[in-house]
């Protein structure tokens, strides 16, 4: 497996809000969700309503970061094997993400921005499950259209990382540059692989097939590299063969965000939890044994695609314990 760069954890920025509305934004609640893997037309689905768009921004050097979300789903308990659903009910419970449904999952997708390009980090599920669908409106709360980003980054090949790439059998984002890593492009569009998924990976495998039509533009990536000046991959292979996270570096800041590395009930003090999902448990355990310990002396600041909004904290040691600290916010002028 290879070995992460030091450089992916080096200079961690202070979080401040500048310009979003993150204390007065919320996602309507209280809507339960369809099983994972249901598609639209199968789950009666809809785009989710928000009562105020949530954004918050951060200045990684030259860098403008805007954490969007595409809206939430609440993944049953039963979901992650390691432990009891009781026992991941009372998790959950414990960090304030339990609903009578399952684990409260966000979809959050970050922006970033440095006054020549707009690269967007995953593309939400778009309406495919749960109360989703608004990442949309997110870019229009800040005057932006689907064909100004120019780049488009997926994390890795599952629905709700994608669909939004193609919701309405489109392409969403017609002039971006797409980038997926290899071995999930072609993980995701082998028959032999689909015939024998599990159903409820169906849609994602469905999807990658539609991804790969509509996307002339898609770069399938090998390993670590640079997309632009200070956004570069990061490999975290195991939740998928291809699962990937994004460093944004500039100025002596650092942001690393990690996508599926960390769930609510699956985080720094239990790697030996799992989300249903996993490709390859055993791998996504020693990726994640591996990654902690060096963002937590590191001190890096990190994005996580289901945590909360705005998905953003750092891992630390508590007296021998790792654990998720949601960055401390600040005000700045």
């Known amino acids: 497996m290879p070995q992460l760069s030091r450089r992916a954890f080096a200079g961690a920025l202070p979080l401040g809000l500048v310009g979003g509305s993150l204390l007065g934004g919320g996602l ?14 199968a789950a009666g689905t809809s785009p989710m309503p928000v009562s105020v768009t949530p954004l918050a921004q951060i200045r990684i050097g030259r860098f403008t970061v805007t954490a969007l979300t595409d809206g939430y789903a609440d993944m049953p308990y039963a979901f992650f094997p390691g432990r009891s659903a ?23 997708q970050y922006l970033v921005e440095d006054g020549e390009r707009r690269i967007l980090i995953d593309a939400g599920p778009a309406g495919s499950i749960g109360k989703t669908g608004a990442l949309p409106e997110a870019l229009n709360a800040l005057g932006l259209r689907r064909d100004q980003i120019d780049a ?37 569009t082998d028959p032999a692989k689909r015939n024998g998924a599990p159903d409820y990976l169906q849609t994602s495998f469905r999807m990658a097939e539609e991804v790969v039509r509509l996307y002339p533009k898609l770069q399938a990536i090998d390993g670590e590299r640079e997309i632009v000046r200070g956004v570069s991959i990061v490999d975290l292979t195991g939740h998928t063969p291809g699962h990937i996270g994004v460093r944004i ?10 996508s599926d590395m960390i769930f609510p009930v699956v985080h720094p003090g239990t790697t030996d939890v799992f989300f249903l999902f996993e490709q390859d448990r055993a791998a996504a355990q020693a990726m994640r044994d591996r990654f902690f310990p060096r963002a937590a002396s590191e001190g890096a600041l990190i994005a996580a695609t289901h945590m909360p909004f705005p998905g953003l904290g750092r891992i630390v040691a508590d007296r021998g314990q790792m654990r998720w600290q949601v960055a401390d916010w600040a005000f700045q002028g």
């Open 249 to 258: 570096e500039d100025g002596g800041q650092s942001l690393i965000m990690v």
């Open 86 to 108: 009781a026992e991941v009910e009372q998790a959950a419970t414990a960090q304030f993400t339990a609903r009578p449904s399952g684990v409260r999952f966000l979809f959050n």
């Open 152 to 188: 488009v980054i997926v994390t890795h090949m599952h629905q709700d990382h994608m669909g939004g790439l193609i919701a309405g059998g489109k392409n969403n984002y017609p002039k971006a540059e797409l980038y997926i890593d290899r071995r999930d492009v072609t993980h995701w």
């Open 28 to 41: 309507m609640a209280g809507a339960s969700a369809p099983a994972f893997g249901a598609t639209p037309e």
